[in-house]
């Protein structure tokens, strides 16, 4: 299968202190992936590097593809725009807009890209009709419990039909079951969309259902 993230010589320093020391990998087309290791490792630098949110250090020449575009030479602007039509991000708090209503943050990243209004309400009522919170899309996340926010969380990282969705600590919140049903969504949604998934977690058991396991130690991929 093709290759929907590849990069080469990653590294990325804060001040002097080196984060990441060379990380070279591939995920394929539909991949579900999980980055483990301790504290420190760089798992989220990682994460963000590959999501576009953040620059490796480019004295390395490093090199990264998403779906086969080249990205080290695009402007931020242009970065940006990939990410809306590419990307998802779920994130450990959710980051949900308090002030918006459920379906109005799942809305979001569709309005970000001046797509038909009307039509993204449409999309949005039939994600979260699939997500089973249809009962809670006029409720702001206050009114939620922490299950029902994740998992709007992940219908709105699915809003704009993204080929990779990045997940940092997705279950970092959520109770043992409740972690159990996020990850058989991430493995529903890959069969339904295809989508590749790209998951930062220290939850050993949820990152042994991937299809395969990432090791950082101290900046570098062990396994």
């Known amino acids: 299968m093709n290759s929907i993230i590849s990069c080469k010589n990653i590294y990325k320093s804060f001040g002097k202190i080196e984060v990441l020391k060379g ?5 394929i087309e539909s991949e579900i992936v999980s980055i483990v290791g301790p504290s420190g490792s760089g798992k989220t630098t990682l994460l963000q590097i ?8 480019s004295k390395r020449k490093p090199e990264l593809l998403i779906d086969n575009q080249s ?4 402007s931020d602007n242009e970065k940006s725009i990939l990410r ?12 949900l807009l ?9 809305c979001l990243p569709s309005w970000i890209s001046k797509k038909n209004i009307d039509k ?12 089973d919170l249809l009962k809670v899309a006029n409720k702001k ?21 993204p080929k990779i969705v990045f997940a940092d600590e997705p279950s970092g919140n959520l109770d043992s079951e409740n972690s159990k049903n996020l990850y058989n ?23 042994n259902m991937s299809d395969r396991k990432i090791v950082l130690n101290d900046g570098k991929i062990i396994k």
Do not use: W
Not at 98 to 106: C, Q, R, S, Y
Not at 121 to 129: F, G, H, M, S, Y
């Open 23 to 27: 990380i070279d990998l591939s995920i």
């Open 50 to 57: 590959l999501g576009t949110l953040e620059n490796p250090d």
């Open 71 to 74: 990205i080290m030479k695009l």
């Open 84 to 95: 809306n039509k590419k990307l998802g991000f779920v994130f450990q708090f959710h980051e």
């Open 98 to 106: 308090p002030e918006f209503t459920a379906i109005e943050n799942v």
């Open 120 to 131: 993204t309400r449409e999309e949005a009522v039939k994600i979260l009709d699939e997500f």
């Open 141 to 161: 996340p206050d009114e939620m419990s922490g299950g029902e926010r994740q998992r709007v969380s992940v219908a709105r990282s699915l809003i704009n039909n």
């Open 185 to 207: 969504l991430f493995y529903e949604l890959r069969k339904q969309k295809g989508c590749s998934f790209v998951i930062v977690t220290h939850d050993l058991k949820f990152a």
